[in-house]
């Protein structure tokens, strides 16, 4: 092979994205994953939910998820003409509902917090969200309306990602990256699962939870990413006019429902290591909890499970630029955000493996907050 730029390690959104972003800039790039566009990415439920999914403690996350959520439209019409595909992007809102009284007292906490961060939101009674959605449970307490929370179809997405980088000349590679070659200090190649080494100037590590594997690198800079396990389900049959038009969020599981009726109900947060089962206390759990949000689901086909395996980092947000090993980049630890962070994440990234500057908005995002941390072993185990 011949040497490129750039190898991107891992095929997932994040992935993908940059190395479709990087050779749009002219930069020759290979992508090397055994199951690229699957894993979490695929198992994904595709919500842009900013607004929806804000935590105490994280606002600066917040606002790199508002800048990624605000640039999701115009990148996705560029993808859409880049790959000759739609991408699924649909702007349907949100709605976050309370089942029952003490939901509604914990949505009033978060609504409040919503409100003094200047969100966009709006608190509802029960029977005003009954009549937005009627088929929302008649015990529906209270609920907020996110309008600008959407949601994009992943599966789409990842399927265009896919042909926008091979009109783009990425080079993709069906094996994983097992090892960052290295010569005093910095990045000099990558070695293949089957023993083939790529010279090269730059890797990107996008591999998703399973970033901390990938062997080669000094203690300090490998990320701090684990597994955390989320189980969905998919479910088919919700009339045309669609069941609920809106992404549907209480606080214990989601429903998305896909323009054509496919209803995604997710998801598990579960800290259970490189599990990938589908349990059946999981598919009970999300069950129950999208029935006594929705209970016409109960009518629908159950037509897949499946699980992803979210990059966790130990603050929640993505570790995204330059290590101090000359030549590595960092672009993982999406967490519950990797979808919804693609669009400036690969922006961020492309910029700086084109011009050497990361842009001032990934600064706080710096995978050195973390390169002085005591360094636990065992997350790629
Ligand atoms: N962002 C949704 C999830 O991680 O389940």
């Given at each position: 092979m011949i040497a490129p730029d750039v190898v991107v390690a891992g095929g997932g959104v994040i992935g993908l994205a940059i190395a479709w972003q990087a050779a749009a800039r002219g930069l020759s790039v290979v992508v090397a994953d055994p199951h690229s566009a699957r894993g979490a990415s695929w198992a994904a439920a595709g919500m842009l939910a900013p607004v929806t999914e804000v935590h105490y403690g994280e606002e600066r996350l917040l606002e790199l998820n508002l800048e990624s959520h605000e640039r999701y439209p115009e990148w996705a019409g560029e993808l859409n003409e880049a790959s000759g595909r739609d991408c699924g992007y649909a702007e349907t809102g949100t709605l976050m509902v309370a089942r029952d009284a003490d939901d509604n007292r914990a949505l009033?906490?978060?609504f409040d917090f919503q409100q003094r961060l200047?969100?966009?939101?709006?608190?509802?009674?029960?029977r005003e969200c009954r009549q937005l959605e009627p088929a929302l449970a008649p015990s529906t307490r209270g609920g907020i309306l996110v309008r600008r929370d959407h949601q994009i179809d992943n599966r789409a997405l990842l399927a265009a990602l896919l042909t926008a980088c091979e009109r783009a000349g990425v080079h993709a590679v069906n094996e994983r990256v097992a090892r960052v070659d290295l010569a005093d200090g910095r990045v000099v190649g990558a070695s293949l699962d089957d023993g083939e080494r790529v010279s090269c100037r730059t890797v990107v590590v996008a591999a998703g939870a399973h970033s901390a594997r990938i062997e080669g690198l000094p203690p300090e800079v490998v990320p701090p990413v684990r597994p955390v396990k989320g189980q969905l389900l998919h479910l088919r049959g919700a009339p045309k006019e669609r069941l609920v038009p809106r992404t549907i969020r209480g606080l214990d599981a989601y429903i998305v429902v896909r323009p054509d009726g496919r209803v995604?109900?997710?998801?598990?947060?579960?800290?259970?290591?490189?599990?990938?089962?589908?349990?059946?206390?999981g598919v009970q759990e999300l069950l129950q909890a999208g029935f006594e949000l929705v209970p016409g689901i109960a009518e629908l086909e159950l037509v897949e499970t499946s699980v992803g395996l979210r990059p966790g980092s130990p603050d929640n947000a993505p570790m995204l630029g330059e290590t101090s090993v000359g030549g590595l980049v960092l672009a993982t630890g999406h967490y519950r955000?990797?979808?919804l962070l693609a669009p400036v994440t690969a922006w961020a990234i492309a910029e700086l493996l084109s011009t050497g500057e990361a842009?001032?908005?990934?600064?706080?995002?710096?995978?050195?907050?973390?390169?002085n941390r005591r360094v636990v072993t065992g997350a790629g185990s």
């Open positions: 009033n906490q978060l200047g969100l966009e939101v709006e608190r509802l009674r029960g995604v109900l997710g998801a598990t947060v579960e800290e259970q290591g490189f599990d990938e089962r589908v349990t059946a206390g955000n990797g979808i842009p001032e908005i990934i600064t706080p995002f710096s995978p050195r907050r973390f390169s």
